[in-house]
Nanobody
Framework: QLQLVESGGGLVQPGGSLRLSCEAS????????IGWFRQAPGKEREFLAA????????RYADSVKGRFTISRDNTRNMGYLQMNNLKPEDTAVYYC????????????????WGQGTQVTVSS
């Protein structure tokens, strides 16, 4: 079965950085668009970033543009989200997702979700 597992979350001070990883199993990730999302308690899930299959094109939400960088390593079947200059309002559970359709990523309806990893930004 298709599975995605996030890792790399944790506690970081404001202004700090974290790199989240997303490892795929059960399918070949290079055939999929990768997306990153987050959800804070009581809030809707929010789109953050997406990267196309070949990695040549990316899209970011305005809230993270210039601070977060999405990337992928198809050889390792991995996706990444580098998060810099983190703010307390970035605190949320972060999810990776994959779908062969970029449209499904954008409408926050990907075929596969990871279980999420907690990111807490606090001093």
């Amino acid at each position: 079965q298709l599975q995605l597992v996030e890792s790399g979350g944790g506690l970081v001070q404001p202004g700090g950085s974290l790199r989240l990883s997303c490892e795929a199993s059960g399918f070949t990730l290079d055939n999929y668009v990768i997306g990153w999302f987050r959800q804070a308690p009581g809030k809707e899930r929010e789109f953050l970033a997406a990267i196309i299959r070949g990695g040549g094109s990316t899209r970011y939400a305005d809230s993270v543009k210039g601070r977060f960088t999405i990337s992928r390593d198809n050889t390792r079947n991995m996706g990444y989200l580098q998060m810099n200059n983190l703010k307390p309002e970035d605190t949320a559970v972060y999810y990776c997702a994959a779908d062969q359709s970029f449209h499904n990523i954008l409408i926050i309806n990907p075929g596969s979700w990871g279980q999420g990893t907690q990111v807490t930004v606090s001093s």
